[in-house]
């Protein structure tokens, strides 16, 4: 299920840490899966588990706290949306429903080409930048006006067309 360049980056990742302490790892480990496979789905858990010496459901809790691990396949560009209050009161909501509207997809969904899928995520550290969303866990995108929303999702889809 995943390669072996992978699991020997795994084991790079384990000895940056005392040996009694190698779980310290599996934030690194289950990117490590991510990057290879594009998600993190509950066979790669296990494996993950099982190279740390974890219960899967310890790795399970940590990839489903953070929204930057996928537990399904998503889009070539996933877009987070912060709905958080601060953000909710700065139109944050209107912007994840002007995405939803211009996508033709639901929160959690993926549009039908396989290009986009809208989440919705906790606090980006930039309330005062809102509406606030990150595209693909790394690029902030602030201020986000119906317009650069809309050039925002033309330009990914122009390049993701190519």
């Known amino acids: 299920m995943i390669s072996e360049e992978s699991r020997a980056r795994f084991a790079q990742e384990v000895a940056k840490y005392p040996a009694d302490q190698k779980q310290s790892a599996v934030m690194a480990c289950l990117a490590i899966v991510q990057q290879e496979l594009g998600y993190v789905s509950a066979e790669s858990e296990k494996l993950v588990a099982d190279f740390l010496g974890m219960a899967p459901i310890a790795v399970h809790e940590v990839t489903s706290f953070y929204n930057m691990y996928n537990q399904q396949p998503v889009g070539k560009y996933k877009l987070n949306v ?15 429903k002007h995405l939803e509207q211009k996508l033709d997809i639901g ?8 290009l986009f899928t809208l989440q919705q995520c906790e606090c980006l550290g930039a ?8 595209v693909n866990d790394r690029t902030m995108c602030s201020f986000m006006t119906d317009d650069k929303l809309d050039q925002l999702v033309d330009g990914l889809r122009s390049e993701g067309n190519k």
């Open 82 to 96: 912060c709905t958080n209050l601060p953000c909710q009161l700065r139109d944050g909501g209107r912007a994840l």
């Open 107 to 114: 929160l959690g969904e993926t549009t039908p080409d396989g």
């Open 127 to 134: 309330c005062a930048d809102s509406p606030v969303l990150l």
